[in-house]
């Protein structure tokens, strides 16, 4: 085929000194995947049939990192460019169904190529002899096909995240999945039982950032109900309701596809009424009501992203969105979005709309504009503060502890509550948030305690 990778001078002198010392090297893997769809590569990995003892003599004159002699992995550091070149190698039984139980190292480079995970994974370049494409990878590309290399159930009952893996590069490089693999996708997914929940949510929030995250939803709901069971009450949780068209499930995807590709906004969209179906209550007229379903829905979330194990940050972050995203903020008067600035920041504040815009855009779209003219008053609102007005949180006050110290103030446990107070006033105007000024207050506080 007439595409030509360019290749970094780095790549190029690892490459050339093993062929020197007359060994054959291929770039393989992402690199010429990303090359072949007209992508810049990034991260550049070379596969040659040299044991890892020779390889690191042949870099002798190099820094060599020991990266996974076990597997046949070492790291050469070329002007300042760390390439892990690794030996040819086949792997042993998957007991774990993760990672091979032992490799065995080969001469033979289709041998390498035929135990990765998709075609358009298996691919090698080598910068004079060109591609090395043995399983339809590069037409598989340009049909925008993920197809397991061989097997798709010997290649999923191997490493079960592979079936994670295949959905998360079907909806960031929007490709369909084909056939015998999806059919194994769905008839295995049980097997995501063995991977670790930490490798799980990687590949969930990659896939979340994809431009097809809603299609695969959509079309693999039965893997995230698997990985997230708690949402599955939410596939056929009717929504009775003048300001709703579909059902809880169908609703939620929508709104993951209206919001903007960030893993964490997305990960909001998707839990943010998954406490819909247990509180779902229809009155006398057959309307259908969820009342503290925001409430219940940050205990599932929360939930899950513990189960998840992520950190407390993605935690809290996400929390947040789903148990704040009913605000209504043509409603909210100053006082109430400068506490929400102080309590959260400006920047989920901010998000907070954007969630509240995609949650409607997922609704009746009878009801569309009305809404959006609700975020607009909202926003006029905040904006109207960020001009005018600049205290929102302890930090934004013109004293601290200290200064309260320097004036007399003991260390005693009512610093905190005398600040805090002192942040109260200001946020609804009654006190200027000048040092001379707060500093009286507080010793007014003090008198009256």
Known sequence: MGIKIEIPAPVLKAIEALNSAGREAYIVGGAVRDAVMGFEPHDYDIATPALPEETEKIFSSYRVIETGMKHGTVTVLIDGMPLEITTYRIDGEYTDRRRPDEVKFTSELKADLSRRDFTCNALAYHPVKGFADYFGGIDDIGKGIIRCVGDPEKRFGEDALRILRALRFSAVLGFEIDEATSRSIHWMKNLLEYVSEERKFVELMKLLAGKDAGRILREYEDVFFFIMPALEAMKGCPQNHPRHV????????????????????????????????????????????????????????????????????????????????????????KKTYKRYIGAYGIDVV??????????????????????????????????EILNNEACFSLKDLAVDGRDLIDAGFDTSEYLGKVLSALLSEVMDNSLENEKEALIKRAKEFLDEN
């Open 246 to 333: 579909c059902d809880v499930w169908e609703h939620t995807v929508r709104s993951v596809e209206n919001i903007r590709a960030d893993s964490e906004l997305r990960l909001a969209m998707l839990l943010h009424d998954s406490g819909k179906p247990s509180v779902r209550v229809t009155d006398g007229e057959g309307v259908d009501h969820f009342y503290s379903h925001a409430e219940k829905s940050a205990e599932i979330a929360r939930d899950i992203l513990n189960k998840f194990k992520t950190s407390n940050k993605i935690r809290h972050h996400v929390c947040t969105l789903v148990e704040r995203h009913g605000f209504t903020p043509h409603t909210l008067g």
């Open 350 to 383: 901010r998000e907070l709309f954007e969630v509240r815009e995609a949650d409607v855009r997922a609704q009746n779209p009878d009801y569309l504009e009305e809404s959006l003219a609700e975020n607009r008053a909202g926003l006029e609102i905040l904006d």
